[in-house]
């Protein structure tokens, strides 16, 4: 998920003091198929749906089925998994910020599954491979609704160590993704609203931006 001057793409973290919390990712990849996918849905261009973006989401896809694993209700999940920035507290009162399935990670699935989906369809190939994504998606942990009303953070509502955090990266699903929209999805449209008033206004200029 990270990139400097030397090209590196091994994990971050400050010569080995590196926290999980901002360190280490494994969306990036897949958040950044999304441009691809969006350069076509506005441009139409089937060439550079197949002979350039395809073949990377579907890569990124295969890269996503082997690191989902699956829980014990039979969700698939990310483990291990993290919210970019933000930590919470667990059962005896301590930072982590280390767990499985964030919406973040489910959302972004959820984002390229559905893109390939509809890629392949559009380029009328791959139909095993589609359908067995489409099987796949029906299979990802849902959208939650912690007990606060709002669009629920991570695999459980744990307490937030930071109720303002900057940062509201489980609202991909609402933006940029299309997973929570207020006609489709009702329900999680008003507890990502719920996060947005809790969250408050504040934060750096490219969290901000986000929220509007």
Same mark, same amino acid.
């Given at each position: 998920?990270? @990139?400097?001057?030397?090209?590196? @793409?091994?994990?971050? #973290?400050?010569?080995?003091?590196?926290? *999980?919390?901002?360190? +280490?990712?494994?969306?990036?990849?897949?958040?950044?198929?999304?441009?691809?996918?969006?350069?076509?849905?506005?441009?139409?261009?089937?060439?550079?749906?197949?002979? &350039?973006?395809? *073949?990377?989401?579907?890569?990124?896809?295969?890269?996503?089925? +082997?690191?989902?694993? $699956?829980? &014990?209700?039979?969700?698939?999940?990310?483990? *291990? @998994?993290? @919210?970019?920035?933000?930590?919470? &507290?667990?059962? +005896?009162?301590?930072?982590? !910020?280390? !767990?499985?399935?964030?919406?973040?990670?489910?959302?972004?699935?959820?984002?390229?599954?559905? +893109?390939?989906?509809?890629? !392949?369809?559009?380029?009328?190939?791959?139909?095993?491979?589609?359908?067995?994504?489409? $099987?796949?998606?029906?299979?990802?942990?849902?959208?939650?609704?912690? &007990?606060?009303?709002?669009?629920?953070?991570?695999?459980?509502?744990?307490?937030?160590?930071?109720?303002?955090?900057?940062?509201? !990266?489980?609202?991909? #699903?609402?933006? *940029?993704?299309?997973?929570?929209?207020?006609?489709?999805?009702? $329900?999680?449209?008003?507890?990502?609203?719920?996060?947005?008033?809790?969250?408050?206004? #504040?934060?750096?200029?490219?969290?901000?931006?986000?929220?509007?």
């Amino acid at each position: 998920h990270n @990139s400097e001057i030397w090209g590196t @793409s091994n994990a971050v #973290g400050d010569v080995g003091n590196g926290d *999980p919390v901002w360190a +280490n990712w494994f969306m990036g990849g897949n958040w950044l198929c999304q441009h691809l996918w969006e350069h076509y849905a506005y441009t139409g261009d089937k060439v550079f749906l197949a002979k &350039k973006a395809y *073949p990377i989401m579907k890569e990124a896809a295969v890269f996503s089925l +082997n690191w989902l694993i $699956e829980d &014990k209700e039979g969700h698939l999940v990310t483990a *291990p @998994s993290t @919210s970019p920035e933000n930590t919470f &507290k667990d059962v +005896n009162g301590r930072h982590q !910020s280390v !767990s499985i399935a964030t919406t973040m990670d489910m959302s972004i699935i959820w984002d390229l599954f559905t +893109n390939v989906i509809e890629a !392949s369809q559009a380029l009328g190939i791959d139909s095993d491979f589609r359908n067995m994504l489409i $099987e796949k998606k029906s299979k990802l942990l849902p959208l939650q609704i912690g &007990k606060k009303g709002q669009l629920q953070e991570w695999y459980k509502d744990f307490e937030e160590t930071d109720p303002l955090h900057r940062h509201v !990266s489980h609202l991909f #699903g609402l933006y *940029p993704g299309r997973q929570i929209s207020s006609t489709q999805t009702p $329900e999680f449209f008003n507890a990502a609203k719920k996060t947005l008033e809790s969250r408050g206004d #504040g934060g750096t200029g490219w969290s901000r931006g986000w929220k509007i």
